[in-house]
């Protein structure tokens, strides 16, 4: 059973237009929650992350957003750039010691020039 | 570069034969933990070290593979009598004690077996 999901496989946007990726998760022990970026034939890239205590966190173009009631986290893009085109993960943290993510499948964005 | 290394990044090999995978981590990072992807699917947790000591191994896939850190600085996965069902990416990640949620990615090791 996934614990973490991301529905949309691909999702594609125009440039300068806002990104929404979307994530739902089942545990609620989950203390942390990541995004990363993946290029093909490279590893995934951290980039960024929330804490289950907060509701939003933001860095330059990309904010997260986190809905605890709801299990729902999302991550906007505001403005999408074409190089922004890649899979986007959502992970989130067990918590406690031993610190292992746990991945949705990924959603696949395409930003057209 | 001081990001995560991994070594090689493609490896071909004939079912039944074993393969060894290097990872180095950030140099600063005592964490380091190794996934599995396959096709279509996000990063699948195996293993992680805490320096040289192996805290968690019941997740690896099966008696085949196993992991090492014996100094508490690179780290080394190997598969023994791979299988047609091995072929994935292989990645490392490290990470500061105090910051488990914050993994930075190697560029992956792609196994093929043939």
């Known amino acids: 059973d996934q614990q973490v999901k991301q529905n949309s496989p691909s999702l594609s946007v125009q440039e300068g237009r806002i990104s929404i990726l979307n994530c739902d998760y089942t545990?609620?022990?989950?203390?942390?929650f990541l995004w990363y970026k993946k290029y093909p034939a490279e590893g995934p890239t951290f980039l960024i992350s929330?804490?289950?205590?907060?509701d939003k966190n933001e860095d330059g173009r990309f904010t997260v957003f986190l809905n605890k009631s709801a299990k729902h986290l999302s991550l906007h893009i505001v403005p999408s750039q074409p190089g922004d085109s890649a899979v986007y993960f959502c992970?989130?943290?067990?918590?406690?010691?031993?610190?292992?993510?746990?991945f949705g499948k990924g959603t696949k964005l395409s930003v057209k020039p | 570069d001081t990001g995560v290394s991994q070594d090689p990044r493609h490896k071909i090999t004939k079912r039944g034969q074993n393969v060894t995978f290097r990872c180095d981590p950030i140099?600063?990072?005592?964490?380091l933990y190794w996934y599995r992807q396959t096709l279509g699917q996000g990063p699948e947790f195996l293993t992680y070290?805490?320096?040289?000591?192996?805290?968690?191994k019941s997740r690896l896939l099966s008696d085949r593979f196993s992991a090492e850190r014996p100094k508490g600085s690179f780290s080394t996965l190997e598969i023994q009598r791979t299988e047609q069902g091995d072929s994935a990416m292989y990645l490392c990640?490290?990470?500061?004690?105090?910051?488990?949620?914050?993994?930075?990615f190697g560029p992956g090791t792609r196994l093929t077996v043939t």
């Open positions: 990640a490290s990470s500061l004690e105090d910051r488990t949620y914050e993994q930075y």
């Open positions: 545990n609620s022990m989950f203390d942390y």
């Open positions: 929330i804490s289950s205590i907060k």
């Open positions: 992970a989130a943290s067990e918590g406690g010691s031993q610190g292992n993510l746990i």
């Open positions: 140099s600063e990072h005592n964490r």
């Open positions: 070290f805490q320096n040289e000591a192996q805290l968690e």
